[in-house]
């Protein structure tokens, strides 16, 4: 069974910096498109960055394969960067939104 474990998130000032790390286990992380999604209050899910897009220019998204780990350094961050950030791993078999998804981590910018 895939799992996607999120971490990093927390309480930041506006102007900070935070790095999110998702780890995945028992599955192929080789095989998988990552992406960061992230969700507000009320709002609907968006996309932060894959490894074609980045929606922010202050954030950007990485992996090692090594450690089968994607991360997503956030800079300059806005207090309308919070939101919960979620982890998503996209077998090449599957679209959007299907695959897996981490449980969340929260992200909040505020002074």
């Known amino acids: 069974q895939v799992q996607l474990a999120e971490s990093g998130g927390g309480l930041v000032h506006p102007g900070g910096s935070l790095r999110l790390s998702c780890a995945v286990s028992g599955g192929t992380f080789n095989a998988y498109a990552m992406a960061w999604y992230r969700q507000a209050p009320g709002k609907q899910r968006e996309l932060v960055a894959n490894y074609a897009d980045s929606v922010e220019g202050r954030f950007t998204i990485s992996r090692d394969n090594a450690k089968n780990t994607v991360y997503l350094q956030m800079n300059s961050l806005k207090p309308e960067d919070t939101a919960v950030y979620y982890c998503?791993?996209?077998?090449?078999?599957?679209?959007?939104?299907?695959?897996?998804w981490g449980q969340g981590t929260q992200v909040t910018v505020s002074s």
């Open positions: 998503y791993a996209r077998p090449p078999w599957f679209t959007y939104p299907h695959g897996y």
